[in-house]
């Protein structure tokens, strides 16, 4: 007890030597504490949404502003009015790609419809021609770039122009240097020709095709299509281009008409006469509304939705 009692009064001594020597400090000093600081009891509002809210807002602005300038840079032939422009020809009609599997009924009226717009353009421009043209028509179907879709897309014309009781005959190319042959080929519907040496030489179908497959002076046909490979890449043949009634440029909607592409249909032009029509190929469904009403819209899938919110923005440029 006694030294418990001793450590009491020792502390208690040291707390009043502590308390003497803070009296004699603030006696002795000259500062005093005119406006004592405030502590909140609680802390003040976050801003986190308002900042939230900015960036979306400045990310929305900054997206629309790539969309426009995307719009504007962009140079393919996407739609029949920009094709037009291009090209400086006359619409001979569009085909659309056939991309989603939810609107495989709507894309084959729709498909189906755009053939036969693509047949009545060449049916009429062949009879509006000025000097009248004779049976059997040669319609001459070529493109400036490869992998652009002609042999597909004139498949499916030939194909309802028979359907309509017209008899067609379609001459297609294979390389001089491939080996490989065309199995059970009908030689009174199509015909794969060779593409030799001397292909810029010929002046007549006897010289493109063996006389021996073909009918005598083709009187039975009523159309005859050629197909030839891109004028950018292969030579064509010159002399043949005088005979024929109508050429046929099909260009797909991703590509862009290039200073070869003009360069090279600039001298396709003057040797072939002056009858030609432009078709787009694989054309995004929503550009369509220039030749089709009612195309489907509810599209699904992030990328669909994309599309047709590009194309929304797009209308406002």
Do not use: C
């Not at 500062?31 to 801003?47: E, L």
């Not at 308002?50 to 807002?57: E, K, N, Q, T």
């Amino acid at each position: 007890i006694k030294v418990n009692e001793q450590t009491y009064l020792e502390l208690l001594h040291s707390l009043n030597q502590a308390k003497m020597k803070q009296q004699n400090l603030e006696l002795s000093t000259n500062i005093k504490v005119v406006d004592p600081p405030y502590f909140p009891i609680a802390p003040n509002a976050s801003r986190a949404k308002y900042i939230v809210l900015a960036a979306g807002f400045a990310g929305f602005i900054i997206l629309a502003f790539i969309i426009i300038m995307l719009e504007y840079m962009d140079t393919s032939a996407k739609n029949p009015r920009r094709v037009v422009e291009q090209t400086e020809m006359n619409l001979g009609g569009a085909f659309p790609y056939l991309f989603s599997k939810n609107f495989a009924n709507e894309l084959s009226q729709i498909s189906a419809r755009l053939v036969d717009m693509i047949i009545q353009n060449i049916k009429l421009n062949i009879a509006s021609l000025q000097t009248k043209a004779e049976k059997p028509y040669l319609v001459l179907v070529f493109s400036t770039q490869n992998g652009v879709g002609k042999t597909l897309l004139t498949n499916k014309v030939i194909n309802q122009m028979r359907s309509m009781g017209n008899k067609v005959l379609f001459l297609n190319y294979k390389d001089g240097d491939s080996n490989s042959t065309i199995e059970e080929e009908d030689f009174n519907h199509s015909f794969h020709y060779t593409v030799k040496s001397n292909f810029i030489d010929i002046s007549d179908l006897q010289q493109l095709v063996d006389s021996r497959y073909l009918r005598k002076n083709n009187t039975p046909y009523d159309y005859i299509f050629i197909e030839i490979p891109s004028i950018v890449h292969h030579t064509y043949p010159i002399k043949l281009l005088s005979q024929v009634d109508l050429s046929v440029l099909v260009v797909r909607s991703s590509n862009s008409f290039t200073r070869a592409d003009k360069t090279a249909l600039k001298s396709f032009r003057e040797a072939a006469p002056d009858n030609f029509l432009v078709v787009l190929n694989e054309v995004e469904l929503y550009n369509l509304d220039e030749l089709l009403t009612e195309i489907p819209n509810n599209r699904t899938g992030w990328m669909n939705r994309i599309r047709a919110m590009y194309h929304s923005a797009t209308k406002y440029k």
